[in-house]
């Protein structure tokens, strides 16, 4: 089993919609969580960090459960520049361990 | 956020040649560096994992006399291809952490490799 999974993709959504991405992790000792974008040929972006309590910004609200290992990420009310690949990572306390999702692209339709 | 610069951004180079790659942390000391490798409609594959002044911690599968990790400094590290082959093209792309808050990586804008 990897040790980050995330929804394969791709999804395709009309603008205006709200849209969902799962990410599960492997690794109880995994201590702080992040989502990232990346745009074709472009290098990951930082979109949010993922808080015990869940945080919102924007648009945009990340999730995490521990007792279930996953986060999740809604984006509501979807932009055409919402369209790129979304990625999650984690990484451990120690912060020798930072993995990757493969990423799940997302295209907004006009 | 934190600002990552990657050296040079695209470069071709004929198989057989080195090439040397530079990642700087313009704004915060990086204690670690990773560096990572994307073939096209991939996902990010780790390659190493770098500690200023200590040794590269490789992944599996990755050579480390091929590709030779430098961190001598807290604001930079290098990562030469040796003796690069065409199956060697891909984008690079470095990142940074530091120690503080939830050591977030930042990315650098990535290296675009072509071996002829």
């Known amino acids: 089993r990897k040790e980050v999974e995330q929804d394969p993709g791709p999804f395709n959504v009309p603008e205006g919609a709200t849209v969902a991405f799962n990410c599960t992790y492997s690794?109880?000792?995994?201590?702080?969580f992040f989502w990232y974008r990346q745009d074709c040929r472009k290098e990951p972006k930082l979109l949010m960090s993922?808080?015990?309590s869940g945080n919102e910004d924007g648009r945009f609200t990340a999730q995490l459960n521990r007792a279930s290992q996953y986060i999740s990420l809604l984006i509501r009310d979807s932009k055409l520049s919402d369209s790129a690949t979304y990625l999650c990572?984690?990484?451990?306390?120690?912060?020798?361990?930072?993995?990757f999702g493969p990423g799940t692209r997302l295209s907004v339709l006009p | 956020g934190a600002v990552v610069s990657q050296h040079p951004s695209w470069v071709i180079c004929k198989s057989g040649t080195s090439v040397k790659i530079e990642c700087r942390s313009l704004?915060?000391?990086?204690?670690?560096m990773f560096w990572y490798r994307q073939f096209p409609k991939q996902s990010l594959m780790l390659m190493a994992t770098?500690?200023?002044?200590?040794?590269?911690?490789?992944e599996q599968g990755v050579e480390k006399d091929k590709f030779l990790i430098n961190h001598a400094s807290l604001t930079l590290s290098t990562l030469t291809v040796t003796s690069a082959h065409p199956e060697d093209s891909s984008f690079y792309i470095c990142?940074?952490?530091?120690?503080?808050?939830?050591?977030?990586?930042?990315f650098g804008p990535g290296t675009r490799l072509t071996v002829l």
């Open positions: 990142s940074a952490a530091g120690t503080g808050g939830l050591g977030t990586q930042y």
């Open positions: 690794n109880s000792a995994s201590q702080s």
């Open positions: 993922v808080y015990s």
């Open positions: 990572a984690v990484r451990d306390n120690y912060g020798q361990n930072f993995v």
């Open positions: 704004d915060f000391q990086a204690t670690t």
């Open positions: 770098s500690n200023e002044g200590s040794k590269a911690t490789y």
